[in-house]
């Protein structure tokens, strides 16, 4: 069958008013966006600095390279080391960057909390990053569910997993994933029965 996206295979989106309900940690958010932020700077920088040490090479250390300076090694050398030594610094910009992002993820993995996470997944599903809703889903699933919301969220993480598992005609996994969703919203719906949005899903998941 031909794959769709998560966000096509939903047909009830997880309500912004259930994602407000869950936990968040305003700090660790606004020090993610702060990395990611930066790392976008220090990748810019470096990209464009590479950029342009590409031209200037061809420009004028090739041209320089073929004429009487190129015939010697010292000669290379002496026209080849300034642009080594920008590419190096070039490559540690974007190295930089690189560890950025790291501390972002970092940042997201320990610090975010529960409604953190479920706003990202909603995010990642409305615009189709599929393996990025599976990876939030699977860090949800780590941490405890501590009242309806949180064995709500659950659910739809299962249910997000059952989803993508079926896209991918792995039905013995998408199978396992809808049950676990379900054992998830019945737990969110014995803690509060008048749960319609547990109820539904339940009941959603359960018609696959």
Not at 98 to 122: E, I, Q
Not at 169 to 177: E, L
């Amino acid at each position: 069958m031909g794959e769709k996206s998560l966000f096509e295979m939903d047909e009830k989106q997880m309500s912004q008013d259930i994602v407000q309900k869950l936990p968040m940690n305003k700090k660790a958010t606004a020090l993610h966006s702060l990395l990611k932020g930066v790392s976008i700077i220090f990748y810019g920088i470096g990209i464009m600095s590479l950029s342009f040490l590409v031209v200037r090479l061809y420009q004028e250390g090739f041209p320089r390279l073929e004429g009487p300076e190129g015939e010697t090694w010292t000669g290379v050398l002496r026209i080849l080391l300034p642009y080594i030594i920008m590419g190096a610094l070039s490559g540690g910009i974007i190295g930089l960057g690189s560890l950025m992002t790291r501390l972002a993820n970092r940042v997201r993995d320990k610090w975010f909390g529960l409604g953190d996470l479920a706003r990202d997944m909603v995010n990642a599903v409305s615009s189709g990053q599929d393996e990025s809703a599976l990876s939030i889903a699977d860090m949800i699933l780590n941490r405890p569910a501590k009242d309806e919301y949180g064995h709500y969220l659950h659910g739809y993480s299962w249910f997000i997993k059952g989803m993508y598992f079926e896209n991918r005609d792995s039905y013995g996994k998408a199978i396992n994933s809808y049950e676990k969703a379900i054992n998830c919203y019945d737990s969110a719906l014995a803690i509060n029965p008048n749960f319609v949005d547990a109820l539904n899903e339940k009941t959603s998941v359960t018609r696959r």
